[in-house]
């Protein structure tokens, strides 16, 4: 699975539009892009995949480069519930069983 | 109400006793798996199942059992615990081994080994 990159943390102001970037240059064509967060010490949660194009759903929106290389994780109106830690993993759609978090990043979302 | 449901939320034990942590899930589901959370390493998958009667190992399985002999049900045995084993743990569940983002995961137990 390619190795992906997050910054450690960020900070977001209730309301305003939170994007969440990831690095991915190792990425491979038939890997996907998800993300998942965890809300302090409950389990992860599934917010979004994708391939090559953009992807929205009713959580968030995935923004991908068209070199693959790189993508963001955008959160349109940021609530105080959405502080938690976001992931970013690349993997196969078929890879298999196992989920490998990194170290994600902690969002604080402030009033 | 989909969910993965695990039991106890919280655990106090003390070494070698032996222990159950149950996962159920009411979502058909064929996939089952194990995962623990420590400062630092991230989520480290123990066992996981693919279907009644099959598991295998995940990366960090030592000091660890399962059994699947319902589809529902998946529990994590600490034959003899020890406290390199306190841990979060979380149970997770999924249609199948793919598409990935299927995965629910229950809400965790925190087990404490003095």
């Known amino acids: 699975d390619a190795k992906t990159t997050q910054p450690p943390s960020m900070d977001c102001a209730e309301g305003r539009a939170a994007n969440l970037p990831c690095n991915h240059s190792?990425?491979?064509?038939?890997?996907?892009v998800y993300w998942y967060r965890q809300i302090h010490s409950q389990g992860p949660q599934y917010i979004i995949h994708g391939l090559k194009n953009n992807e929205t759903n009713e959580m968030a929106s995935l923004i991908i480069t068209e070199d693959r290389k790189s993508s963001t994780l955008i959160l349109p109106h940021a609530t105080l519930r959405d502080t938690a830690v976001y992931y970013c993993?690349?993997?196969?759609?078929?890879?298999?069983?196992?989920?490998?978090f990194g170290g994600g990043t902690r969002l604080m979302v402030k009033p | 109400e989909a969910q993965v449901t695990q039991n106890p939320r919280y655990l106090i034990t003390v070494t070698g006793k032996k222990l159950t942590v149950t996962c159920s899930q009411n979502?058909?589901?064929?996939?089952m798996s194990w995962y623990r959370q420590d400062p630092g390493l991230g989520l480290r998958q123990i066992y996981y199942?693919?279907?009644?009667?099959?598991?295998d190992k995940g990366d960090v399985p030592e000091g660890y059992k399962v059994s699947r002999k319902e589809k529902r049900n998946f529990p994590l045995i600490l034959e003899s615990p020890s406290p390199n084993q306190t841990s979060l743990y979380f149970c997770?569940?999924?249609?199948?081994?793919?598409?990935?983002?299927?995965?629910?995961f229950g809400s965790g137990t925190r087990l404490t080994v003095v």
């Open positions: 979502m058909n589901h064929e996939y």
């Open positions: 190792t990425i491979s064509g038939n890997e996907y």
């Open positions: 993993i690349v993997r196969y759609n078929n890879a298999g069983n196992m989920l490998t």
């Open positions: 199942s693919m279907n009644v009667e099959v598991t």
């Open positions: 997770a569940s999924s249609p199948g081994l793919q598409p990935l983002y299927g995965y629910t």
